[in-house]
Protein backbone atom coordinates (compact mmCIF):
# COMPACT_ATOMS: atom_id res chain seq x y z
CA UNK A 1 0.00 0.00 0.00
CA UNK A 2 1.04 3.68 -0.68
CA UNK A 3 -0.21 4.83 2.71
CA UNK A 4 -2.77 3.82 5.30
CA UNK A 5 -5.11 6.63 4.70
CA UNK A 6 -7.83 5.21 7.23
CA UNK A 7 -5.24 4.42 9.58
CA UNK A 8 -6.67 0.77 11.41
CA UNK A 9 -9.52 0.37 8.58
CA UNK A 10 -6.97 0.45 5.58
CA UNK A 11 -4.80 -1.96 7.76
CA UNK A 12 -7.82 -4.56 8.42
CA UNK A 13 -8.74 -4.48 4.59
CA UNK A 14 -5.02 -5.23 3.81
CA UNK A 15 -4.99 -8.57 6.31
CA UNK A 16 -7.97 -9.38 6.31
CA UNK A 17 -9.07 -10.21 2.51
CA UNK A 18 -12.05 -12.71 2.97
CA UNK A 19 -15.78 -12.66 2.08
CA UNK A 20 -16.49 -8.98 3.24
CA UNK A 21 -20.17 -8.58 2.99
CA UNK A 22 -20.17 -10.92 7.00
CA UNK A 23 -20.55 -7.48 9.24
CA UNK A 24 -19.16 -9.04 12.44
CA UNK A 25 -15.93 -7.44 13.56
CA UNK A 26 -12.62 -9.13 12.25
CA UNK A 27 -10.32 -6.99 14.43
CA UNK A 28 -10.61 -5.46 18.38
CA UNK A 29 -9.62 -1.69 18.62
CA UNK A 30 -9.11 -0.33 22.36
CA UNK A 31 -7.49 3.08 23.50
CA UNK A 32 -6.44 2.07 27.47
CA UNK A 33 -3.28 0.64 27.52
CA UNK A 34 -4.06 -1.88 30.31
CA UNK A 35 -6.27 -3.62 28.01
CA UNK A 36 -4.07 -3.73 25.20
CA UNK A 37 -1.20 -4.85 28.00
CA UNK A 38 -3.25 -7.86 29.08
CA UNK A 39 -3.75 -8.97 25.56
CA UNK A 40 -0.35 -9.33 24.80
CA UNK A 41 -0.12 -11.23 27.79
CA UNK A 42 -2.83 -13.65 26.62
CA UNK A 43 -0.74 -14.42 23.60
CA UNK A 44 -2.29 -11.83 20.96
CA UNK A 45 -0.67 -9.16 18.80
CA UNK A 46 -1.11 -5.59 19.22
CA UNK A 47 -0.70 -3.71 16.21
CA UNK A 48 -0.19 0.36 16.75
CA UNK A 49 -0.39 2.79 13.81
CA UNK A 50 1.16 6.20 13.35
CA UNK A 51 -1.37 8.90 13.76
CA UNK A 52 -4.14 6.97 15.38
CA UNK A 53 -5.18 6.56 19.27
CA UNK A 54 -6.13 2.94 18.80
CA UNK A 55 -4.38 -0.45 18.91
CA UNK A 56 -5.49 -2.84 16.80
CA UNK A 57 -5.28 -6.37 18.65
CA UNK A 58 -5.39 -9.48 16.68
CA UNK A 59 -6.48 -12.50 16.26
CA UNK A 60 -10.36 -11.77 18.08
CA UNK A 61 -12.96 -13.59 18.28
CA UNK A 62 -16.83 -12.88 19.39
CA UNK A 63 -16.06 -13.54 23.46
CA UNK A 64 -13.23 -10.86 23.02
CA UNK A 65 -15.15 -8.58 21.86
CA UNK A 66 -17.87 -8.19 24.38
CA UNK A 67 -15.45 -8.97 26.89
CA UNK A 68 -14.75 -5.51 28.52
CA UNK A 69 -11.53 -4.97 31.21
CA UNK A 70 -14.07 -3.00 32.98
CA UNK A 71 -15.09 -6.64 34.55
CA UNK A 72 -12.02 -7.27 35.91
CA UNK A 73 -12.04 -3.69 38.49
CA UNK A 74 -15.16 -5.19 40.29
CA UNK A 75 -15.43 -7.93 42.38
CA UNK A 76 -15.94 -11.09 40.54
CA UNK A 77 -19.91 -11.48 41.31
CA UNK A 78 -20.07 -7.67 39.74
CA UNK A 79 -18.26 -8.47 37.03
CA UNK A 80 -20.13 -11.56 36.10
CA UNK A 81 -23.02 -10.00 36.14
CA UNK A 82 -22.51 -6.93 33.96
CA UNK A 83 -20.88 -9.70 31.97
CA UNK A 84 -24.01 -11.58 31.40
CA UNK A 85 -25.85 -8.82 31.10
CA UNK A 86 -23.96 -7.89 27.95
CA UNK A 87 -24.55 -10.76 26.77
CA UNK A 88 -28.45 -10.96 27.25
CA UNK A 89 -28.71 -7.46 26.10
CA UNK A 90 -26.80 -8.32 22.60
CA UNK A 91 -29.44 -10.98 22.08
CA UNK A 92 -32.15 -8.97 22.97
CA UNK A 93 -31.42 -6.35 20.84
CA UNK A 94 -31.52 -8.28 17.65
CA UNK A 95 -34.44 -10.56 18.69
CA UNK A 96 -36.86 -8.05 20.25
CA UNK A 97 -38.48 -6.26 17.12
CA UNK A 98 -38.25 -9.14 14.97
CA UNK A 99 -40.10 -11.13 17.76
CA UNK A 100 -43.03 -8.51 18.50
CA UNK A 101 -43.74 -7.82 14.38
CA UNK A 102 -43.87 -11.67 14.37
CA UNK A 103 -46.47 -11.55 17.32
CA UNK A 104 -48.21 -9.09 15.78
CA UNK A 105 -48.45 -10.93 12.43
CA UNK A 106 -49.86 -13.98 14.36
CA UNK A 107 -52.02 -12.28 17.50
CA UNK A 108 -53.19 -15.90 18.28
CA UNK A 109 -49.93 -17.15 19.42
CA UNK A 110 -50.25 -14.41 22.14
CA UNK A 111 -51.15 -15.66 25.07
CA UNK A 112 -54.00 -14.58 27.13
CA UNK A 113 -51.82 -13.45 30.12
CA UNK A 114 -49.83 -11.70 27.39
CA UNK A 115 -52.72 -9.97 25.29
CA UNK A 116 -51.08 -6.28 27.17
CA UNK A 117 -48.44 -6.48 24.41
CA UNK A 118 -51.15 -5.94 21.17
CA UNK A 119 -51.66 -2.78 19.22
CA UNK A 120 -53.77 -0.96 21.39
CA UNK A 121 -54.58 1.80 18.19
CA UNK A 122 -54.65 0.73 14.61
CA UNK A 123 -51.75 1.20 12.43
CA UNK A 124 -51.96 3.92 9.66
CA UNK A 125 -48.27 2.68 8.66
CA UNK A 126 -47.51 -0.88 8.05
CA UNK A 127 -45.34 -1.82 11.52
CA UNK A 128 -42.39 -3.10 9.17
CA UNK A 129 -42.31 0.39 7.47
CA UNK A 130 -42.32 1.56 11.05
CA UNK A 131 -39.13 0.01 12.11
CA UNK A 132 -37.36 0.45 8.87
CA UNK A 133 -37.90 4.22 9.45
CA UNK A 134 -36.73 4.06 12.60
CA UNK A 135 -33.89 2.23 12.22
CA UNK A 136 -32.78 4.82 9.42
CA UNK A 137 -33.82 7.98 11.86
CA UNK A 138 -31.74 6.76 15.36
CA UNK A 139 -28.43 6.48 13.20
CA UNK A 140 -29.70 10.11 11.39
CA UNK A 141 -30.11 11.50 15.23
CA UNK A 142 -26.59 9.76 16.00
CA UNK A 143 -25.03 11.92 13.28
CA UNK A 144 -26.65 15.19 14.13
CA UNK A 145 -25.89 14.50 17.88
CA UNK A 146 -21.62 14.17 16.55
CA UNK A 147 -21.91 17.34 14.77
CA UNK A 148 -23.24 18.96 17.75
CA UNK A 149 -21.76 21.54 19.50
CA UNK A 150 -20.96 20.03 23.05
CA UNK A 151 -23.01 22.75 24.68
CA UNK A 152 -25.99 22.21 22.60
CA UNK A 153 -26.19 18.33 22.63
CA UNK A 154 -28.06 17.40 25.73
CA UNK A 155 -30.88 20.52 25.22
CA UNK A 156 -31.63 19.17 21.82
CA UNK A 157 -31.34 15.46 22.82
CA UNK A 158 -33.86 16.44 25.18
CA UNK A 159 -36.00 18.10 22.95
CA UNK A 160 -35.68 15.78 20.06
CA UNK A 161 -36.59 12.67 22.06
CA UNK A 162 -39.71 14.53 23.68
CA UNK A 163 -41.49 16.42 20.52
CA UNK A 164 -40.07 14.79 17.67
CA UNK A 165 -41.64 10.64 19.92
CA UNK A 166 -44.57 12.66 21.08
CA UNK A 167 -46.01 14.84 17.75
CA UNK A 168 -44.67 11.15 15.69
CA UNK A 169 -47.49 9.06 17.90
CA UNK A 170 -49.78 11.73 18.01
CA UNK A 171 -49.48 12.64 14.30
CA UNK A 172 -50.48 8.59 13.48
CA UNK A 173 -47.32 7.57 11.90
CA UNK A 174 -46.20 5.70 14.69
CA UNK A 175 -47.29 3.18 17.48
CA UNK A 176 -46.18 3.74 20.98
CA UNK A 177 -45.43 0.05 21.52
CA UNK A 178 -43.10 0.44 18.30
CA UNK A 179 -41.68 3.64 19.57
CA UNK A 180 -40.99 1.73 22.81
CA UNK A 181 -39.19 -0.78 21.02
CA UNK A 182 -37.75 0.85 19.17
CA UNK A 183 -36.21 2.98 21.87
CA UNK A 184 -35.10 0.11 23.88
CA UNK A 185 -32.88 -1.03 21.06
CA UNK A 186 -31.38 2.07 20.58
CA UNK A 187 -30.20 2.63 23.85
CA UNK A 188 -29.61 -0.97 24.74
CA UNK A 189 -27.01 -0.92 22.10
CA UNK A 190 -24.72 1.48 24.18
CA UNK A 191 -24.20 -1.43 26.76
CA UNK A 192 -21.52 -2.83 24.70
CA UNK A 193 -18.65 -0.76 23.59
CA UNK A 194 -18.17 -2.45 20.11
CA UNK A 195 -19.64 0.45 17.47
CA UNK A 196 -18.90 -2.55 14.61
CA UNK A 197 -20.77 -5.16 16.77
CA UNK A 198 -23.38 -2.74 17.37
CA UNK A 199 -23.86 -2.60 13.61
CA UNK A 200 -23.74 -6.11 12.51
CA UNK A 201 -26.34 -6.96 15.16
CA UNK A 202 -28.27 -3.61 13.36
CA UNK A 203 -28.00 -5.39 9.99
CA UNK A 204 -29.02 -8.90 11.43
CA UNK A 205 -31.84 -7.41 12.81
CA UNK A 206 -32.88 -5.13 9.59
CA UNK A 207 -32.92 -8.53 7.79
CA UNK A 208 -34.69 -10.75 10.35
CA UNK A 209 -37.74 -7.62 10.03
CA UNK A 210 -37.94 -8.02 5.95
CA UNK A 211 -37.54 -11.59 6.33
CA UNK A 212 -40.34 -11.56 9.25
CA UNK A 213 -42.86 -9.39 7.41
CA UNK A 214 -42.62 -11.12 4.08
CA UNK A 215 -42.50 -14.91 4.64
CA UNK A 216 -43.63 -14.79 8.85
CA UNK A 217 -42.21 -17.66 10.67
CA UNK A 218 -40.02 -19.54 7.97
CA UNK A 219 -38.33 -15.72 7.47
CA UNK A 220 -38.29 -15.37 11.14
CA UNK A 221 -36.60 -18.47 11.88
CA UNK A 222 -33.95 -18.39 7.92
CA UNK A 223 -33.34 -14.82 9.48
CA UNK A 224 -31.69 -16.86 12.62
CA UNK A 225 -30.26 -19.55 10.80
CA UNK A 226 -28.97 -16.56 8.83
CA UNK A 227 -27.48 -14.56 12.06
CA UNK A 228 -25.93 -17.89 13.52
CA UNK A 229 -24.38 -19.32 10.45
CA UNK A 230 -22.73 -15.53 10.08
CA UNK A 231 -21.09 -15.83 13.30
CA UNK A 232 -19.96 -19.43 13.11
CA UNK A 233 -18.71 -18.68 9.52
CA UNK A 234 -16.68 -15.94 10.66
CA UNK A 235 -13.15 -16.90 11.18
CA UNK A 236 -10.50 -14.99 12.93
CA UNK A 237 -7.32 -13.59 11.68
CA UNK A 238 -5.54 -16.28 12.64
CA UNK A 239 -8.01 -18.71 10.76
CA UNK A 240 -9.28 -19.97 13.68
CA UNK A 241 -13.15 -20.44 15.31
CA UNK A 242 -15.03 -17.03 15.48
CA UNK A 243 -16.77 -18.80 18.62
CA UNK A 244 -13.92 -20.37 20.53
CA UNK A 245 -13.95 -21.83 23.06
CA UNK A 246 -17.61 -23.13 22.15
CA UNK A 247 -16.69 -24.54 19.07
CA UNK A 248 -14.12 -26.29 19.70
CA UNK A 249 -15.98 -26.72 23.09
CA UNK A 250 -13.58 -26.47 26.33
CA UNK A 251 -15.99 -26.31 29.27
CA UNK A 252 -12.84 -24.53 31.44
CA UNK A 253 -12.26 -21.97 28.41
CA UNK A 254 -15.89 -21.34 28.58
CA UNK A 255 -16.40 -20.84 32.14
CA UNK A 256 -14.03 -18.18 31.88
CA UNK A 257 -15.50 -16.30 29.14
CA UNK A 258 -18.91 -16.00 30.16
CA UNK A 259 -17.78 -15.83 34.33
CA UNK A 260 -15.65 -13.22 35.92
CA UNK A 261 -13.66 -15.87 37.74
CA UNK A 262 -11.27 -15.04 41.23
CA UNK A 263 -7.46 -14.43 40.02
CA UNK A 264 -6.31 -17.89 41.81
CA UNK A 265 -9.02 -19.69 40.49
CA UNK A 266 -8.50 -18.10 37.24
CA UNK A 267 -4.71 -19.33 36.81
CA UNK A 268 -5.26 -22.83 37.35
Given at each position: M????????S?A??????????????F?F??????????????????????????????????????????????P?T???????????????????????????????V??????????E???I??I??????????????????????????????????????F????G???S??????????????????????????????????????????????????F??S???????????????????????????L??????????
Amino acid sequence: MDALTMNQESLAECLYQRKWFNPFPKFKFTERPDVAAAQVLEGDIVILVDNSPSAMIVPTSIFDIVEEADDYYFPPITGTYLRLSRFIISILTYIMTPTFLLLMQNPVWVPESFQFIMLQEKSNIPLIAQFLILELAIDGLKLAAVNTPNMLSTPLSVMAALVLGEFSVNSGWFNSEVMLYMAFVAIANYTQQNYELGYALKFMRIINLILTAIFNLYGYIAAIVIFIVSIICNKTLSDKSYIYPLIPFNFRQLAKRLLRLRLPEAKQ
